[in-house]
Nanobody
Framework: RVQMVESGGASVQAGGSLRLSCAATGITYYRCDMSWYRQAPGKEREFVSN???????TYADSVKGRFTISQSNAKTTVYLQMNSLKPEDTAMYYC???????????WGQGTQVTVSS
């Protein structure tokens, strides 16, 4: 059974940095995408960043140049380095495993990031 567990969320001041991690367990197929999404109170969940199994990355315009996604060599952990944090980055951050039918779709439980001005 695949499980995704996020960690690294915290409260920081604007301009600060955080590194989120998401560990996937129970994976048997590794050619999958791993993504980060976020959801602020009262708003819909939105895409933040994605990395595929060959390491190609995409970012939402709102985080380009500030956030960097990466993954472990074993493709079981995905990281999100967040620099120059802004109050509008405050949200619950979720990781997602997805791809073809062999990957399925799995979400983590979320980790809270709060950025104060």
């Amino acid at each position: 059974r695949v499980q995704m567990v996020e960690s690294g969320g915290a409260s920081v001041q604007a301009g600060g940095s955080l590194r989120l991690s998401c560990a996937a367990t129970g994976i048997t197929y590794y050619r999958c995408d791993m993504s980060w999404y976020r959801q602020a109170p009262g708003k819909e969940r939105e895409f933040v960043s994605n990395i595929n199994y060959v390491g190609s990355t995409t970012y939402a315009d709102s985080v380009k140049g500030r956030f960097t996604i990466s993954q472990s060599n074993a493709k079981t952990t995905v990281y999100l380095q967040m620099n120059s944090l802004k109050p509008e980055d405050t949200a619950m951050y979720y990781c997602k495993l997805s791809g073809n039918n062999f990957c399925g779709t799995f979400w983590g439980q979320g980790t809270q990031v709060t950025v104060s001005s």
